[in-house]
């Protein structure tokens, strides 16, 4: 009934898997990837007709988790998977970024790639299964694609690169690198890092790729025992047309393409691509389509020409050249941080709040239940652009650009330790035309220490293209938004003067070697320390103080057995606390106990109430006190917020009190001190003398009892001093029988009970079990 196909090898120690030929046989392809206990299917389906009117390649990538992969139900009311995660919706960029540029140019088949995670085991991660599963899928399917790929995932510890990490190790790492390309070149290069050099990050690269190039062996061979059957595609031909728009406007184009003025060039080209659409539907019956693509080609073609040739930009600058920077902080009045940074026509506000434990993000995978302490989001209006749009909910694109940059970001917080606070940065970009990630990065390092957050060192980012004809290329700083949209890369390094925080590659031609990524490296890092020259010169280092309309928070450490007094019966204790003092309290299992609060005063008020609550009682302390109940003999005090103790009446003065009312009254403030404490009960007083009994008793000034120091020595009080002074009790007489004792009893004791001879002299006796 099947027909399986299975391939493996040991892959660092550990065995990857390759299966087709049982799932999804209706799919155009399927593989079934596995490696430990984490199994992935990888599907592909192929539209057999090209689309058309279109004039790009319609690809589709999803990578879905499945709850049931780890034995778990969805948390939350909704019981099912519902839209993608943001690490889902990460995870199918980082599989569609590879593939994407393997496809031939004027394919226009619509193809989609699904890779959900059927079983996971917590040790292997599932998304670079996914990508190799992805690989291999296409490869089998008969589409033209100019794979196969692989990637690896890359950590750093003690000197040492990782080859695909566990999650434990990854916790340890300085460095976790994603990379992915074909048997000859990089393709994809997606990771975060702890400041490491240029040289370290450029050999993890070159680490991963040494270590993947097995896997496309491997799927090479696996495709051939699957005996793939190519399938005819129809390629889209676009000739006529452009030939038809070169001799049109080429003259035209080259002069528009020299404008430095970005408004003005961008004017006359659109006016240019009118005139071409125009004019070819008019003499030639050519689409629209057809006429847009053959521009699109022949500006690419002319703006690559020019960089070469002449060796400058579009706007004029020289290939390592950044763009003019303004940097502005403190600009929003009752923010806890802001920060403008322009770098040419790109312009990002970013926004810091600060906010307490319960502001952080919960995120429940596969993986478990987890919070994000920071969070950055990023927003791209239509405004930024000069277009009109609708307003949706944050695409794929949003999420990409803000997780690149709080990865650039993480690698310098303080700690939960120093700085418990919980971080959100919004970025909205107010322009847009090139890097407007790492725009963001720039802005929310300004923001960060504009808020006064204690970073190790400021962040910057730059975006750096490429442009390769033939056997030579040139590597472009700061690039802008045509020279990312005509180029042949989008490198993207984050990071401090002291190394690299973040790094994002993505390629569109076949790949990129060893000394592109080189050269891309170093030249990012000049550019970086001058746009730190630039920031610094706004603000150096954090402030030393919160922005005033942050709130502060007080950390403390209790006795965890200390936490059921806190919180009370039901949370009432620490809902009063909350409501007194009008902050907001966060209590961990270990015992660390967060008050938010907006002022001093207000947190000053939940700290006092917290520590009378946890402060142990101790014998010979004084405490202030409030009388809350009167008793004949004395009174209850209530101290150190929820501690009771009593107050006898012989505790009250160093002279006999008669009555406790004479001296006490319900609600009154006392200051006393602890005489002892037993358990849960504790004895006060309100003595000078710390309860030493100095004074005469009453009775004994009346002289109904002569005074201690007056009574006779023992040895001159004779027989008077004897306990027993009935003579015939002196001595013990001779113990009597058990007749003698039965006479003894009282007759009332001998009527109720239900008397017998003894027999030989005993009296049977009843037993009670």
């Known amino acids: 009934m099947f027909k399986i196909c299975t391939k493996s090898i040991d892959w660092a120690g550990k065995v990857l898997k390759l299966e087709t030929g049982k799932i999804a046989r209706q799919s155009t392809a399927a593989v079934e990837v596995s490696m430990g206990d984490t199994v992935v299917l990888c599907t592909v389906v192929v539209d057999k007709e090209p689309k058309d009117g279109i004039d790009f390649f319609p690809l589709t990538v999803n990578y879905q988790e499945r709850f049931y992969a780890a034995g778990k139900i969805p948390g939350g009311f909704n019981k099912r998977e519902s839209k993608p995660s943001e690490h889902e919706v990460l995870t199918s960029r980082v599989i569609d970024r590879p593939i994407r540029p393997l496809f031939p140019d004027g394919f226009t088949n619509e193809v989609q ?90 050999e993890a690269v070159m680490f991963g790729h040494q270590h993947f190039v097995p896997v496309i062996e491997m799927i090479k061979e696996f495709a051939k025992e699957v005996h793939v059957e190519g399938h005819a595609f129809q390629l889209f031909d676009n000739t006529e047309a452009t030939e038809l728009v070169e001799k049109l406007v080429k003259e035209e184009l080259g002069h528009a393409i020299t404008d430095t003025n970005k408004a003005k060039r961008q004017e006359k080209i659109k006016s240019l691509r009118t005139k071409a659409v125009e004019q070819l539907a008019a003499e030639h019956s050519i689409s629209e389509v057809s006429s847009k693509k053959a521009f699109h080609d022949l500006e690419k073609k002319m703006v690559r020409h020019h960089v070469v040739s002449k060796g400058k930009r579009l706007d004029g600058r020289e290939a390592s050249e950044i763009r003019d920077i303004t940097s502005e902080v403190a600009i929003l009045p009752k923010v806890h941080g802001s920060a403008l940074f322009t770098r040419g026509n790109t312009q ?9 434990v319960d502001d952080e993000q919960m995120v429940d995978n596969i993986k478990g239940l987890s919070s994000d302490r920071f969070m950055l989001h990023y927003n791209f209006p239509p405004y930024s652009v000069g277009e009109i749009g609708i307003l949706r909910a944050p695409g794929r694109r949003e999420i990409g650009h803000g997780k690149l940059a709080l990865r650039a970001i993480s690698g310098v917080l303080p700690t939960k330790e120093v700085f418990p606070y919980t971080i959100r940065v919004v970025s909205e970009i107010t322009e847009s035309y090139g890097s407007s990630s790492m725009a963001t990065v720039c802005g929310t390092s300004l923001a960060l220490m504009d808020g006064g957050v204690p970073i190790s060192a400021p962040v910057a980012g730059i975006a750096m293209g490429l442009i390769k004809e033939g056997e030579k290329f040139y590597i472009l700083s700061d690039i802008t938004g045509s020279e990312d949209h005509l180029g042949d890369m989008d490198f993207k390094v984050a990071g401090t003067s002291a ?117 142990v009682p101790k014998a010979g302390e004084f405490y202030e006190g409030i009388v809350i109940k009167l008793m004949e003999f004395g009174a209850i005090v209530k101290f150190l917020g929820s501690q009771e103790g009593f107050l006898h009446i012989s505790e009250l003065s160093s002279e006999r009190v008669e009555t406790i009312s004479d001296v006490l009254t319900e609600g009154q403030a006392v200051k006393v001190q602890i005489l002892s404490v037993e358990g849960n009960r504790i004895k006060l007083t309100l003595r000078e003398d710390g309860g030493k009994r100095n004074y005469i008793p009453q009775k004994h000034k009346e002289g109904r009892f002569e005074r201690r120091g007056d009574r006779a020595d023992r040895s001159d009080r004779g027989d008077s001093g004897n306990r027993f002074r009935n003579s015939k009790y002196k001595e013990r007489g001779p113990r009597m029988d058990d007749n003698q004792r039965s006479d003894s009893r009282s007759d009332s004791r001998r009527e109720n009970r239900d008397e017998k001879e003894p027999r030989d002299g005993f009296r049977k006796k009843k037993r009670f079990f």
Request: one cysteine or more; hydrophobic letters at 40%.
């Open 348 to 356: 990002a506000l970013c926004v810091l709040t600060l906010g307490s």
């Open 499 to 615: 190394g690299v925080t973040a790094l994002q590659m993505d390629i569109k031609i076949t790949g990129v070697d060893r000394d592109m990524i080189k050269q891309a490296l170093y030249q990012a890092k000049d550019g970086r320390i001058h746009i730190l020259s630039k920031m610094c010169a706004v603000l150096e280092s954090p402030r030393q103080e919160l922005n005033p309309n942050a709130p502060r928070l007080i950390t403390i450490k209790i006795n965890k057995e200390q936490i059921r007094d806190v919180i009370g019966a039901g949370g009432k204790v620490i809902r009063d606390i909350c409501e007194k003092s009008n902050t907001k309290i966060n209590i961990d299992d270990d015992g660390t106990v967060n008050i938010a609060c907006i002022t001093e005063e207000e947190g000053a008020i939940a700290l006092s109430m917290i520590q009378n609550i946890t402060t």
């Open 113 to 202: 790639v699904i890779c959900t995670v059927l079983s996971y085991d917590k040790d292997h991660n599932a998304d670079i299964l996914a990508m190799i599963g992805a690989s291999a899928a296409l490869t089998i399917s008969g589409v033209p694609f100019l794979g196969p790929i692989a990637g690896a995932r890359v950590g750093y510890k003690n000197g040492q690169y990782m080859l695909n990490p566990s999650p434990v190790d990854l916790e340890e790492s300085q460095l976790e690198l994603l990379v992915a390309g074909t048997i000859d070149s990089i393709l994809m290069v997606e990771s975060s890092a702890k400041e490491l050099s240029e040289d370290l990050m450029l």
